[in-house]
């Protein structure tokens, strides 16, 4: 079940991405969709009853920490990721004086 909610969550990202002329709304559906694939990375990635790495040495299933390491740096990533796009839309909203993609003229 939470995986098919993850993969509404996709497709409602990537269906902003690709219907919506507003560059705003294309930034916020790029958001959606990371979002989506983030969770699903830690979906696949959590282990039931794992137990942290720096216990006793013993027989237990450990949880591997990376994965969560590694969705932290792309949070990162996708804030700068973010505040470029919407710089960008403020560039083309003071030359263009519009944020749609269709009313854009390219010179």
């Known amino acids: 079940m939470t995986y098919l909610l993850n993969f509404?969550?996709?497709l409602i990202g990537l269906?902003?991405?690709l219907r919506e002329p507003n560059y705003?709304?294309?930034?916020?559906g790029l958001n959606i969709f990371q979002v989506s694939?983030?969770?699903f990375y830690?979906?696949?990635?959590?282990?039931?009853?794992?137990?942290p790495p720096i216990l006793d040495v013993g027989?237990?299933?450990?949880?591997n920490p990376l994965p969560h390491v590694l969705i932290l740096t792309a949070?990162?990533?996708s804030i700068a990721t973010t505040s470029l796009a919407l710089a960008l839309v403020m560039m083309i909203k003071k030359k263009h004086?519009?944020?749609?993609?269709?009313?854009?003229?390219?010179?």
């Open 8 to 10: 509404i969550l996709f």
């Open 15 to 17: 269906l902003i991405i």
């Open 24 to 28: 705003i709304k294309k930034i916020i």
């Open 37 to 39: 694939v983030f969770i």
């Open 42 to 51: 830690i979906l696949v990635s959590k282990i039931n009853n794992g137990t």
């Open 59 to 63: 027989d237990y299933v450990y949880s």
């Open 75 to 77: 949070i990162v990533v």
């Open 97 to 107: 004086n519009t944020v749609n993609e269709d009313e854009v003229k390219l010179d």
